[in-house]
């Protein structure tokens, strides 16, 4: 196809392809989230509580900014969770580029874990 | 009488003179000439650069040739571009995918840092760089740039992930955030020339419901009737 290309939509489209293919479901923002989370975590459990849950998105946040300087982790407690400390503020976006902004840097860690 | 013939023949001689026939059917006039492009949504005025010889050229070939009259908009994405130049969208059946037509030859990048994708550039259409490690443009797809508008930190994003630490020029960057764009395309993509008029008729285009990815192919046909080189 002779196309200019959104090159951050087809990467995005590829990256959901290949976790269709692994999970059998298109995983929407939240899930992936919760993905990236659980990977950070390292320890897949049975269930977890809500509040354990927002707290994987939370980790999954911290981690994916980290890659560019905005956290950095600052210790693991007792229980196993991470703790972040937060370097710089978060850049003014408008929400579109905010959605942008985030699948950029879930696209770079997932290359980075060599999905 | 005689006399009357070679004042005319001489005449004629001065005019071809003055406006010599180049390659593809131009003439040297043809080249400080716009092109007006009639739609189903109304008119388009573009203006081409003369920084991109090969495209500008090829671009008027096709014009005065009638090679995009009754061509389709086959690719229209809101807030990014609208696209056309496909020759097989002339008899395209609803539906149907396209985006794969043209000329059997390819049209060498033709990059300048000074074109750039603000809004209303018109810009080249390509295979992909898999198959396309040159960046050759199509023989004939071509874009226009509907776009957005950028904030500074969405610039200083677009330049870490999808420039590849390339900078974007300070009098670029203030264009994106004030008039909008689609600066990932930069230098990827030829840009050979803008809309002087009829933005408004980018706009309506752009809007037209589709029949989303991967086609991205408006639901009700939106051709291009006519385009023709006209005097600016």
């Known amino acids: 196809m002779q196309q200019a290309q959104d090159d951050l939509q087809t990467r995005w489209w590829n990256l959901e392809a290949r976790l269709v293919e692994r999970f059998g479901k298109k995983p929407d923002m939240e899930t992936i989230l919760f993905l990236v989370g659980i990977q950070e975590f390292g320890e897949l459990r049975n269930k977890f509580s809500k509040e354990q849950k927002q707290d994987l998105m939370h980790i999954a946040v911290c981690s994916l900014f980290r890659q560019s300087g905005y956290y950095e982790l600052e210790r693991v407690d007792e229980d196993g969770w991470p703790h972040f400390r937060q370097l710089k503020a978060l850049p003014v976006m408008t929400m579109p580029e905010q959605e942008n902004f985030l699948k950029d840097h879930i696209l770079l860690y997932f290359e980075n874990i060599g999905f | 009488m005689r006399f009357g013939i070679s004042l005319l023949v001489l005449a004629v001689i001065t005019i071809y003179s003055c406006n010599p026939r180049l390659a593809g059917g131009l003439r040297k006039h043809d080249l400080h000439k716009d092109v007006e492009m009639i739609t189903t949504r109304g008119t388009i005025i573009l203006r081409l650069s003369d920084s991109t010889p090969l495209h500008s050229g090829n671009f008027r070939t096709l014009v005065k040739k009638g090679y995009y009259d009754s ?11 609208i696209q056309a130049g496909d020759p097989n969208s002339k008899h395209a059946t609803a539906g149907a995918s396209l985006g794969d037509g043209g000329p059997a030859y390819t049209v060498p990048a033709e990059f300048r840092t000074f074109l750039f994708h603000k809004r209303g550039a018109l810009a080249a259409a390509r295979e992909g760089d898999d198959v396309n490690p040159q960046k050759a443009s199509s023989g004939s797809q071509f874009y226009i740039v509907q776009g957005k508008v950028f904030s500074p930190a969405g610039l200083d994003s677009i330049e870490q992930f ?32 803008e809309v002087i008029r009829g933005m408004d008729v980018v706009d309506s285009i752009a809007a037209a419901p589709t029949s989303g990815r991967p086609n991205d192919r408006p639901l009700q046909e939106i051709r291009i009737l006519k385009m023709r080189l006209i005097n600016r």
């Open chain 2, 71 to 81: 061509i389709l908009f086959h690719r229209v994405i809101r807030r990014f571009m």
């Open chain 2, 162 to 193: 999808r420039l590849k630490g390339r900078k974007i020029p300070e009098d670029q960057r203030a264009v994106y955030q004030s008039l909008g764009g689609a600066p990932h395309l930069d230098q990827g993509y030829t840009v050979f020339g």
